[in-house]
C-alpha cells in the first residue's frame, strides 16, 4: 500500500533508529516498504505502491500514525480525490504544533504556518508539510514532470511543500470549470510527525504562484 523512503543524511546511527522506528509502524501494513536514498525523488520511478511518504531522517511519528492515515484514506470514497493527506507538525516537540500553511494573511506577506487546530476531523489546507504526508502516486508522478522539481528542494522543506501543494491543488484547474475543486491538500490533525528543522514554523519568504488559486480557496474556507 505504501512506500515510505527514508533520506540518508550519512548518520548510519540516526538512520538505523529511524528505521527501527519506522518499522514498528509499517511492519502490520500489507505491501508496505521502507526505503533508504539519498534522494528523495530518484526511487519514485522503482515505487509500486499506490502511497508514499518523504521522511526525515530523524523524524519521529506518533503510535499507530500509518494505519490511521491509511485507514482514512482507504474508509472514505471522498478521499480518493487527496493527492496529499498531511498531519499535524512538531517542531523539536510534540506540543509545538503547526497544522499546514496558509498564504499571507492582513499582517504580514509570506507562507504563515497554522497555529490553530480548526477540526479534530480531517480537513483541507492549503499547503501541508509534506515529509510525513502520504502522497498519491498517481497524482505525485505527473506533477513532478509539470513542476519538475530538483532534489535541491529538500534544502527548503517549507519552499517544497508550498511548491508541491499548490500543484496538487492547482491540478490543471486552468482548463477545468470555475467549480472545479483540484487535487486535494488535506490534514489528519489527530497524528503528529516531527522534525527537528528549526526553520519550518517560521514565516516563509519566497515567490510562489498562489494567486490563482485565492477563488478555490475561499470557496473551501480555507
Known amino acids: 500500500m505504501i512506500t515510505v523512503i527514508i ?5 548510519p546511527k540516526v538512520i538505523e533508529l529511524t528505521y527501527e522506528n519506522l518499522w514498528r509502524e509499517l511492519k502490520d501494513i500489507p505491501g508496505s516498504e521502507l526505503v533508504v536514498s539519498d534522494e528523495w525523488f530518484t526511487p519514485l520511478q522503482r515505487v509500486k505502491n499506490p502511497y ?10 506518533t503510535s499507530g500514525y500509518f494505519s490511521s492515515q491509511m485507514g482514512l484514506l482507504k474508509k472514505n470514497p471522498m478521499f480518493r480525490k487527496i493527492a496529499m493527506m498531511s ?3 512538531g517542531v523539536n516537540d510534540w506540543a509545538n504544533k503547526f497544522y499546514g500553511y496558509n498564504i499571507g494573511n492582513d499582517y ?5 504556518p497554522n497555529k ?18 502520504i502522497i498519491s502516486m498517481s497524482i505525485l508522478m505527473p506533477t ?34 470555475s467549480s472545479y475543486s483540484g487535487n486535494r491538500v488535506h490534514i489528519n490533525p489527530n497524528v503528529t ?13 519566497f515567490k510562489h504562484d498562489g494567486a490563482n488559486l485565492a477563488d478555490l480557496f475561499k470557496r473551501e474556507s480555507i
Open 7 to 11: 533520506l540518508d543524511n550519512n548518520e
Open 52 to 61: 508514499v511518504c518523504f521522511v526525515e531522517p530523524d523524524c519521529l511519528v
Open 87 to 89: 498531519s499535524a507538525t
Open 108 to 112: 504580514a506577506d509570506g507562507i504563515l
Open 116 to 133: 490553530e487546530k480548526k477540526s479534530n476531523q480531517v480537513y483541507p489546507v492549503q499547503i501541508g508539510y509534506v515529509p510525513g504526508s
Open 144 to 177: 513532478i514532470r509539470e513542476v519538475k522539481p530538483t532534489n535541491r528542494w529538500k534544502k527548503d522543506l517549507v519552499f517544497l511543500s508550498t511548491q508541491l501543494s499548490l500543484a496538487f491543488w492547482t491540478g490543471g484547474i486552468g482548463t477545468k470549470p
Open 193 to 205: 510527525y516531527v522534525t527537528t528543522e528549526d526553520y519550518v514554523n517560521d514565516i516563509g519568504k
